[in-house]
């Protein structure tokens, strides 16, 4: 499996109402240092298994979202009890 179909999945698993660090799905999925390429992967996600808007900045930021931005990846993560 590439480093791009462990993050993928990764990011499959993060739970409704949770987020993750870009950083922390780059170490989850095996390279501590890839966090970028994970930014990456995300902003060109469309694949509706793969909840992209769940993935955030290690600074606590939301981060943009290829969706319609970064107010609508705010009001899904309030939606789903992530965000108050």
């Known amino acids: 499996m590439t480093f791009s179909q462990k993050a993928l999945q990764v990011v499959r698993e993060i739970p409704r109402g949770k987020t993750m660090t ?18 990456n992967l995300m902003k060109q996600n469309y694949d509706p298994t793969v909840p992209c808007h769940r993935v955030i ?9 290829n969706r319609g931005g970064s107010d609508e990846k ?11």
């Open 57 to 65: 900045r290690t600074d606590g930021k939301i981060g943009d979202y």
């Open 74 to 84: 705010r009001r899904i993560l309030i939606e789903e009890g992530a965000l108050s």
């Open 22 to 39: 870009y950083k922390k799905v780059a170490e989850k999925a095996g390279n501590p240092g890839a966090a970028r390429v994970v930014g």
